[in-house]
């Protein structure tokens, strides 16, 4: 029950840079960890909540980055459509939405437990190649949308590329503007200048895998754009009067208190024995 050529298997990388292409496209959500990839003109970190979708036939490198899991899903010619496949060539990295990230994690605590079954493995791959062409559908129909707005294109900018160093004259570029026209224009539509909106989108994202995930804090503030785990914490200090490991450390409590709740409630419906 499963379709020609389709496999899914969870993986972990060493440090050692490979590179190779096949003749399948190939669907990789990290779990746990980081790696770097290299897909065509594009380098980025993996985590956890964003993905990379690559072409077949297209040249990656990949090399592992201290522990790392991923989902890997290989994928026949046939099973996306050719939209979704060029919006890839294009612009091979996306963000995982919870759904999705749901479902990685959900075939990786399966997997843990001993094999994929192939029904099992049929099931979450047609599942997986749905909710990529419902994202890459929707990020097409996002792009076509502001195609017209300068502004809006350089901010989909820092949301693809916020882990890259971006300088003004890009973001500038992208909105088809001159530096003081385009500074003026951003900050008439979004109250904060292109640095600050970065630097916010930066902070965010960050503040995910502070929660989300059990990332060491200098591999979050690289995956994030940060030089160094102490540049990530003086931002996070001067910009939201708090510290990445506070953060993490309150998300914890949080989490600890809700299950204690969850518990005394759970004690407290049951009947009493006498």
């Given at each position: ?40 003109g594009w380098v980025r970190s993996l985590v956890r ?24 899903l290989d994928v026949p010619a046939a099973i996306l ?194």
């Amino acid at each position: 029950m499963r379709a020609p050529g389709m496999a899914l298997s969870i993986r972990s990388y060493g440090g050692d840079e490979r590179v190779h292409a096949h003749e399948f496209h190939q669907i990789v959500l990290p779990v746990a960890g980081r790696m770097e990839m290299r897909v065509g003109g594009w380098v980025r970190s993996l985590v956890r909540r964003v993905g990379v979708l690559v072409v077949g036939g297209t040249a990656h490198g990949f090399r592992g980055c201290g522990e790392n899991r991923v989902v890997v899903l290989d994928v026949p010619a046939a099973i996306l459509p050719d939209g979704i496949l060029a919006r890839a060539a294009a612009a091979p990295f996306f963000a995982v939405d919870a759904p999705l990230d749901h479902l990685a994690c959900y075939l990786d605590g399966t997997a843990s437990l001993g094999a994929l079954d192939a029904t099992v493995v049929y099931h979450a791959a047609s599942l997986l190649s749905r909710a990529i062409g419902r994202g890459a559908i929707a990020r097409q129909a996002t792009a076509s949308s502001c195609r017209g707005d300068g502004i809006a294109q350089a901010r989909a900018l820092i949301e693809a590329r916020y882990g890259e160093a971006l300088s003004a004259a890009e973001l500038a570029g992208a909105a088809r503007m001159g530096l003081s026209r385009f500074y003026e224009r951003f900050r008439n539509a979004t109250g904060e200048t292109p640095a600050e909106y970065l630097a916010r989108t930066r902070l965010d994202r960050a503040g995910e895998l502070l929660r989300e995930t059990a990332m060491p804090l200098a591999e979050i503030a690289l995956a994030v754009g940060f030089s160094d785990q102490s540049a990530l914490t003086r931002s996070f200090r001067r910009r939201r009067g708090t510290t990445p490991a506070a953060v993490r450390r309150a998300s914890r409590q949080s989490a600890n208190g809700e299950f204690e709740d969850r518990i005394r409630i759970e004690s407290a419906a049951r009947p009493t024995m006498l």
